[in-house]
C-alpha cells in the first residue's frame, strides 16, 4: 500500500513496526499514534487521508525509490 501512495496507518506495537520497516511517519498519508489508545482525532485524520485515495510524493510522482 505504501509504495502506491495509499494511507497507512498504525498505532502502537503497529507503529513500531512501521519505524523497523523504515517508513517515514512525516510522509503524506502516513500516520502513527504510538499509543494503543486511538482517538478521535487519529481516526478523523485517518478518514480524512483515506478519502484522498493517494499520496503523492516528491515531483508529483508515485514513492518510487522509496525501500519500503
Do not use: E
Not at 509504495?3 to 500516520?31: E, F, N, Y
Request: charged share 20%.
Amino acid at each position: 500500500a505504501y509504495r502506491h501512495g495509499k494511507t497507512v496507518a498504525a498505532s502502537g506495537s503497529g507503529a513500531r513496526l512501521i519505524a523497523a520497516a523504515g517508513v517515514d511517519p512525516k510522509r503524506p498519508g502516513v500516520l502513527v499514534n504510538p499509543s494503543d489508545d486511538v482517538t478521535a482525532a487519529f481516526t478523523a485524520a485517518l478518514v480524512k487521508a483515506m478519502g484522498q485515495h493517494r499520496h503523492w510524493g516528491p515531483g508529483g510522482d508515485q514513492r518510487q525509490g522509496d525501500t519500503p
